[in-house]
């Protein structure tokens, strides 16, 4: 199983960015996709979450801003990010499951390796 998380970079505050997590490996549509994120100095926080159902959880420091979604034909999912913050800057991790909690990183089965997203002027 592998799950490859792209699309970080650097962005200026209010700026956007689409990050992509692509899986293979596994039965893609019958797992939950979440998107984490470390920031420099910080424990790894759950920041979005799509259900195989397509149900969505957002962090309350993303709601309103965020937005997930799910292609199952292409074993991908999207994090959209409008209005980013410096606060947003995080090394950002994808992960496959079946959580009953979102945010609980245990009840994750599969990680990519993390994409670096900087939000700077």
């Known amino acids: 199983v592998q799950l490859q998380a792209s699309g970080g970079g650097l962005v200026q505050p209010g700026g956007s960015l689409r990050l992509s997590c692509v899986a293979s490996?596994?039965?893609?549509?019958?797992?939950?996709i979440g998107w984490f994120r470390q920031a420099p100095g910080k424990g790894r926080e759950g920041v979005s979450n799509?259900?195989?159902?397509?149900?969505?959880f957002y962090a309350n420091s993303v709601k309103g801003r965020f937005t997930i979604s799910r292609d199952n034909a292409e074993n991908t999912v999207y994090l959209q990010m409008n209005d980013l913050k410096p606060e947003d800057t995080a090394i950002y991790y994808c992960?496959?499951?079946?959580?009953?909690?979102?945010?609980?990183?245990?009840?994750?089965?599969?990680w990519g390796q993390g994409t670096l997203v900087t939000v700077s002027s």
């Open positions: 799509i259900h195989r159902d397509g149900t969505t």
């Open positions: 490996g596994l039965s893609f549509d019958t797992y939950g």
């Open positions: 992960a496959a499951g079946c959580p009953s909690i979102p945010t609980i990183e245990s009840e994750y089965h599969y």
